[in-house]
């Protein structure tokens, strides 16, 4: 229980703060985050117009400042239906619970995942989760999701772990490796979970978005890369390499390099180290990420086994790395600093250490 008491100073104080920057953040940026377009989608679901511009626009207008922009909803029918509850709700009501429950989501992910005191501090300080609040995104969900993963594979509960983890499918752009994983380590149950959880979720898609879905889906976003233009900004090879001659060759070549590495670490490590090495080379080989999604790097930062300091140098690391991110003439450092992480984190299951990333019970259960 003397565990427990040092956790929860750490744990209110660090979640308080973050959730008093969470709300304050909003009429600062006059309500307008990137949750109107979730909140769009929620409107819409089961409309049949979840993916035409008109419609979300329609919903959006009232609420911008600008009301010819359009944030438009680019995520599966099935995440429009699961945010139903918050369409039925005002805009401003309903973005303030999203904003608490993703300071929610980002505490019991790091209780699963480091429950330690500095853990707290250092999670809820971190820079990219920050940009995450600040511009009303999803960020925590997906931490949280894959952290219940690894607590369930921890307990033998493979084919459940995969069904929680193929929710992530709303951002299957960064988990491109998760099947390097489970075919390297053989996760067969695992892996059945995944397919199961995943056909669920396509069904569920179909009865909400229709037969078309697919392909208005695919024409949306589409539409959206060439209108945000956003490649020089990406923390990984696509914005590393998206200007540099040839640049599909050399984004090609770094991401087999990137494949083969996260293969030969996964064969070695522990469960919870293939993923939190999964989600770092998920990040590097994305062809779609933002500073945001660095938030993904930290079950890598938050190692059991690693030390208060180590985790804050490296930490500072990932913070300078998004700091340089968000200045185009050296935001090269920026995407080297993040494909330098990934590889230290393939470095440092050279020795095949056990029992990174998650306790073997969660924090409220230790005696």
């Known amino acids: 229980m003397t565990g427990n008491r040092r956790l ?12 008093l920057v969470a709300i304050a953040a909003l ?24 993916y035409s511009v008109r419609a979300v626009q329609a919903i959006e ?11 438009a909803y680019i995520r599966p029918p099935f995440y429009a239906a699961l945010s139903w509850p918050l369409g039925k709700l005002p805009y401003r009501t309903a973005l303030v619970i999203w904003q608490l429950v993703n300071v929610a989501a980002l505490g019991r992910f790091i209780w699963l995942w480091s429950p330690r005191a500095f853990s707290f501090p250092l999670c809820c300080f971190c820079f990219p989760v920050w940009m995450s609040l ?8 997906f931490l949280l999701l894959t952290a219940t993963a690894v607590y369930l594979l921890a307990r033998h509960r493979d084919f459940a772990a995969g069904v929680v983890i193929a929710f992530c499918g709303v951002k299957f752009h960064l988990f491109l490796l998760l099947p390097v994983v ?5 996760m067969w149950r695992f892996g059945f979970g995944l397919a199961a959880g ?13 037969w078309e879905w697919p392909r208005q889906y695919y024409e949306l976003v589409r539409l959206n890369e060439r209108y945000q233009a956003s490649q020089s900004y990406m923390p990984n090879l696509n914005g590393l390499f998206h200007a540099a001659p040839h640049a599909a060759v050399w984004i090609g070549l770094c991401s087999a390099a990137v494949v083969g590495a996260t293969w030969w670490a996964a064969r070695r490590a522990s469960p919870a180290a293939a993923v939190a090495i999964m989600l770092c080379g998920g990040v590097v080989i994305s062809p779609h990420a933002f500073l945001y999604d660095l938030g993904l790097l930290l079950p890598f930062l938050l190692d059991e086994d690693r030390t208060p300091g180590r985790a804050l140098m490296l930490s500072a690391v990932a913070g300078a790395a998004a700091l340089a991110l968000t200045v185009p003439a050296v935001a090269f450092l920026g995407q080297l600093a993040i494909a330098g992480l990934f590889g230290a984190a393939v470095w440092e299951t050279r020795a095949a250490r056990d029992g990174l990333g998650v306790t073997a019970a969660p924090a409220w259960e230790m005696g």
Do not use: C, N
């Open 8 to 19: 929860w100073p750490a744990a209110m104080v660090s979640l308080a703060v973050l959730a």
């Open 27 to 50: 009429p600062a940026e006059h309500w307008e985050t990137d949750f109107l377009s979730f909140y769009a989608g929620a409107r819409l679901a089961g409309s049949g117009a979840l």
């Open 61 to 71: 207008a009232p609420l911008e400042r600008h009301p010819e922009e359009v944030r």
């Open 134 to 141: 600040v511009l009303g995104q999803d960020m925590p969900f």
């Open 182 to 186: 489970i075919v390297a380590r053989r």
């Open 198 to 210: 995943g056909a669920a979720l396509l069904a569920a898609s179909f009865a909400v978005g229709g």
